[in-house]
C-alpha cells in the first residue's frame, strides 16, 4: 500500500509539472516513447482544469484576452493543482495568485474581479435555506430590532475592492454588450442567491462592514456601531433594507440576545448615531 502510494504521489506531481520525470512505474510500463506518451496526458489534464478556470471566471477571461488568460492560468495551475477530485472549489485562491501575477500588474483590479466572480460560483452552490417571510419581518417589533443577531443566508458572501468591480462585472458580463464603466470608485460587492438565481449587487456605505459584523455575531446595533465608526457615510435604514428588501433578502432568522441590552427605539439613521452612544461591542 504505501508502494502504490508513493507512485499515486509521484504521478499527479509529474502530470502537473513538466520539470518532473516520468515516475518510473509508468516509464516502464509504456511500450514506447514514454515521455512523449506521458506528454500527451499531462498536457490534456493541464488544458481540462485551464477550461474549468475559464468558465468559473469568464469576466477575467474578457478583460485580459483569452491567450493572456489561459497562460495565466496555466501557471497557476502549475502552482495550485486542485486538492480534490470535486472541482466546486478549485479556483478558491485565483484572485490572490492574480495579485501577484507579475504581467497582471497592470490591471490591478483583475484579482478583485477573480473574488467576486469565485463568490458567485460558491453562491451557486451552497445550501438552499428559506429567507424571512413578510410575516416574519413584519412580526419584529422595532424596538427588539436593535438587539437581534441575523443568520445570514449559506450564499452570501461580501468582496470589497478599492475599484469599481461590481461596475466591471456588470460592464463585461455580456461577450456582446461591453460598455465602458461610467464611475471609478471603491465598491464592495453582495453575492448571494437567496432564491433561485446568482444576485450580485454594490453594498451601499458601510455595508460590507455592516454585514461582516453581522456574521461574526454581533447585534444589529453592535454592527452598526462598527460599520458608522468605519464610514461617516453608513445609512442604518438603507444598510437594513439590504436585509429585508424583496428579491434581495438575505438573513435566514433573527436570534434574540441572551443578555438584553437597552434597544434603539428609531429606524432612522440618522438617530441611530446618537441613541447608540455608550453602547459597546463586548
Do not use: C
Amino acid at each position: 500500500m504505501h508502494y502504490l502510494a508513493n507512485v499515486q504521489k509521484s504521478f499527479a506531481e509529474a502530470v502537473l509539472d513538466a520539470s518532473l520525470r516520468v515516475p518510473e512505474p509508468i516509464k516502464g510500463a509504456a511500450r514506447a516513447a514514454p515521455e512523449r506518451r506521458f506528454a500527451v496526458y499531462r498536457n490534456n489534464v493541464a488544458a481540462g482544469l485551464v477550461s474549468a478556470l475559464a468558465e468559473r471566471f469568464p469576466v477575467v477571461q474578457r478583460l485580459v484576452g483569452e491567450e493572456f488568460f489561459r497562460a495565466m492560468a496555466r501557471a497557476y495551475v502549475t502552482q495550485e493543482p486542485p486538492r480534490s477530485p470535486v472541482l466546486l472549489q478549485y479556483g478558491a485562491t485565483f484572485g490572490t495568485f492574480v495579485d501577484s501575477f507579475p504581467p497582471a500588474a497592470a490591471v490591478a483590479y483583475l484579482g478583485d474581479v477573480a473574488r467576486l466572480e469565485f463568490a458567485r460560483g460558491r453562491a451557486y452552490h451552497a445550501a438552499d435555506a428559506a429567507p424571512l417571510a413578510d410575516a416574519d419581518v413584519a412580526a419584529i417589533a422595532p424596538t427588539e430590532l436593535a438587539g437581534m443577531r441575523v443568520t445570514l443566508h449559506p450564499s452570501v458572501s461580501v468582496v470589497a475592492s478599492g475599484h469599481p468591480i461590481v461596475s466591471i462585472w456588470e460592464a463585461h458580463r455580456d461577450p456582446d454588450a461591453i460598455v465602458p464603466v461610467q464611475s471609478w470608485g471603491a465598491e464592495t460587492a453582495l453575492v448571494a442567491r437567496p432564491f433561485h438565481a446568482v444576485d450580485v449587487r454594490r453594498l451601499p456605505a458601510g455595508g460590507g462592514s455592516f454585514l461582516t459584523g453581522l456574521a461574526r455575531g454581533l447585534t444589529i446595533v453592535e454592527a452598526a456601531e462598527a460599520a458608522a465608526g468605519g464610514d461617516s457615510r453608513f445609512d442604518f435604514s438603507v444598510n437594513l433594507a439590504v436585509l429585508v428588501r424583496r428579491p434581495d433578502r438575505h438573513a435566514a432568522r433573527p436570534e434574540r440576545r441572551l443578555i438584553r441590552r437597552e434597544p434603539i427605539t428609531t429606524m432612522s439613521g440618522g438617530a441611530i448615531g446618537s441613541q447608540q452612544k455608550g453602547l459597546s461591542d463586548g
